[in-house]
């Protein structure tokens, strides 16, 4: 990596307007202190965007006579970095209590912490449904029914069914958006 020039570092004031070139002159400082302090050029590059998304959102609080912008900027990747890290270690934790709150896996795909955490998270979110909307899903989705099927079991009306799974899924989808993860 290259790293910048002593007067590369000495930026006084950074132009408030042209945010892509601070991106372009300054990523690879703040990439490259990631990736060291994370080791994961992913995780990295994750911590690089949130640096630079703070920055412009806290761009008016910078302020030259307290330090240079690239001192500035270390100081937010410090902090970003730092709550990478917490991150990491909370799935990991998850991870851990998942693994003994939920019943043995099925497939080997169940193997990675990710997919715990996700069950752990899911579960929760399903908790906080109405109970029509959470037996409607579980009929659905665990034992693979149909809304005629569901209809049947339940002694539910079709239309109701059909009103609780998409009023279900709906808050599911809200719930776990709450909870940072989204449908992409």
């Known amino acids: 990596m290259n790293r910048p020039s002593a007067a590369a570092l000495t930026?006084?004031?950074?132009?408030h307007d042209d945010w892509a070139t601070l991106h372009h002159q300054w990523s690879g400082l703040v990439h490259g202190l990631a990736r060291q302090a994370l080791g994961d050029p992913r995780e990295a590059e994750d911590v690089t965007q949130q640096?630079?998304?703070a920055a412009w959102r806290g761009r008016h609080g910078y302020a030259s006579e307290r330090g240079s912008f690239p001192a500035w900027l270390v100081g937010i990747t410090r902090r970003?970095?730092?709550?990478?890290l917490a991150a990491r270690t909370r799935r990991a934790e998850l991870a851990t209590l998942a693994t003994g709150l939920?019943?043995?896996?099925?497939?080997s795909s169940y193997d990675e912490p990710e997919t715990a955490l996700d069950r752990v998270v899911v579960t929760g979110a399903l908790a906080r449904l109405t109970e029509p909307q959470r037996r409607v899903l579980r009929l659905a989705f665990y034992q693979d029914l149909t809304q005629t099927q569901i209809a049947g079991v339940t002694g539910w009306p079709l239309g109701t069914v059909k009103s609780h799974t998409r009023r279900g899924l709906d808050r599911l989808r809200r719930c776990l958006e709450e909870e940072g993860l989204s449908a992409a």
């Open 51 to 53: 640096v630079f998304m």
């Open 11 to 15: 930026v006084v004031d950074p132009p």
């Open 80 to 84: 970003k970095v730092a709550d990478a």
């Open 102 to 107: 939920l019943p043995p896996p099925a497939q």
